[in-house]
């Protein structure tokens, strides 16, 4: 039942679904830079910029109520020690997606993950 | 008298299609890929450009497509499915036409079922502005290209019984 020609288009079809699959895993998602945007009392503090060749290091912030730091590891950002009652940014552990975010309440510190080419800050879509 | 006709036999299969649709919506998705579907209503439209040509399977697709979004569907749904609908159809229309002696029915149905994903993939990486949408497209290819296959083999089937029962009903007009 099945052509010659059928035969060739579900080998090129799985072909290049293969092809498109690594290409992807090869080149990455989105492109454009990554960047952590610190935030402190509503105001922006500093932007650092991440990915492969992105920084390593802490990093100590003036928080609104004692010193937050933060620590910076190439393409992933995490809380180390924070000077707030529950710590519950630092149990956020790393983030590194865009749309991710880190967040002292009581310091008023916090930290965006913030990609300048895909918007990525869609939580849900539904269709 | 020929083209009423006609226009039952195509009304015939947009029903046809509607019900599929509806039906296709009622049975859970036996793949872990959001948005893949098993694309049973392309069985009518395979059918109708078989059977009368690319124009009118447009025509069935395009109105089974509105109907099916109006009954069990919302705003969104119907830009989804009407890109995917219209292309696929385009595509699947050439195929037959151009290429009968090159692919069977089945081949024919996945290259409509990829241009389906192709469309969707393209339409709403235009509604998201992402482009990493495309990062799904092989997985959809891969369903597409198995449901594809089953979609082929149904109209192969359905057509083989529905051309002969097709011409039966013209020679019994003829006899009147």
């Known amino acids: 039942m099945l052509t010659k020609g059928d035969k060739i288009l579900i080998a090129t079809v799985i072909l290049l679904a293969f092809a498109i699959f690594t290409g ?12 952590a ?21 802490q990093l100590k912030l003036p928080g609104a109520i004692g010193e937050v730091v933060l620590e910076i590891d190439r393409d992933r950002v995490r ?29 008023r510190v916090v930290v965006k993950i913030e990609n300048d080419k895909s918007t990525g800050d869609l939580d849900g879509v539904s269709f | ?35 893949a ?34 009954l069990g569907g919302s705003m969104s749904s119907l830009i989804y499915s009407l890109s995917g609908a219209v292309s696929s159809t385009l595509v699947m229309g050439i195929a037959v ?41 092989p997985f959809l290819m891969l369903v597409g290209l198995f449901t594809g296959v089953f979609t082929g083999l149904a109209a192969n089937f359905v057509k083989d019984k529905l051309s002969v029962s097709l011409s039966l009903m013209e020679t019994v007009d003829r006899r009147r």
């Open chain 2, 97 to 137: 036409k151009y290429f009968e002696n090159v692919f069977s029915l089945v081949g024919v149905s996945i290259l409509g079922s990829i241009t389906h994903n192709f469309a969707q993939v393209t339409v709403a990486s235009v509604i998201l502005s992402t482009f990493g949408l495309y990062s799904y497209l």
């Open chain 2, 37 to 70: 579907k098993l694309g049973l209503a392309n069985i009518i439209s395979l059918l109708a450009i078989v059977l009368y040509g690319t124009r009118e399977g447009l025509q069935v697709n395009i109105l089974r497509c509105l109907i099916g979004s109006l």
């Open chain 1, 79 to 107: 809380v180390v020690s924070s000077d707030c009652p529950d710590k519950d940014c630092i149990r956020q552990g790393w983030v590194s997606r865009p749309g991710q975010t880190l967040v002292c309440l009581p310091n």
């Open chain 1, 37 to 57: 945007v610190i935030e402190i009392n509503g105001k922006e503090y500093q932007k650092i910029a991440l990915g492969e060749d992105g920084p390593k290091l």
């Open chain 2, 1 to 35: 008298m020929a083209k009423s006709k006609k226009l039952v036999y195509l009304s015939l299969l947009v029903a046809g299609g509607v019900a599929l649709h509806m039906v296709e919506s009622m049975i859970p998705v036996p793949f872990p890929v959001p948005g």
């Open chain 1, 24 to 35: 992807f895993q090869i080149y990455g998602f989105t492109g454009g830079k990554t960047y």
